[in-house]
């Protein structure tokens, strides 16, 4: 039932976290295409690791930004959620779609070259 609850919780606060990253103001975040692809509260909901994508911009500079910015979306978090305790958040860089993004790349530049029919007689 917890770990029902908790995932609930985590899917809400992932909503909420991407409508408010697009009110923040520090232009490192503003200008930044920033995702956020998953939310894990810890079971006392006290913290919660909150891994985002950035796909334009300087990374360490969006980490400063979302690190400044902690205090307000954690805020903002709050008002937006009926919860007696808002976690405490922390910003983690998530490597998985530009890891996608590369793995697909390759994978459209493989050529596959047909087999000869003659080839395939001859082994039979």
Known sequence: MANYRRGRINDEMQKELAMILREVKDPRVKDAFIS??????TGDLKFAKVYYS???GDKKEIA???RSSAGYIRRELAHRLN????PELTFCED???EHGAHIS????GIEISEPDEENTDDEL
Do not use: C, P, Q
Request: overall charge positive.
């Open 54 to 56: 950035a796909m334009m």
């Open 36 to 41: 956020i692809t998953a939310v894990e509260a």
């Open 95 to 97: 490597h998985s779609i």
């Open 64 to 66: 400063k930004g979302l």
């Open 105 to 108: 790349k390759l994978l459209n």
């Open 83 to 86: 919860l007696r305790m808002t």
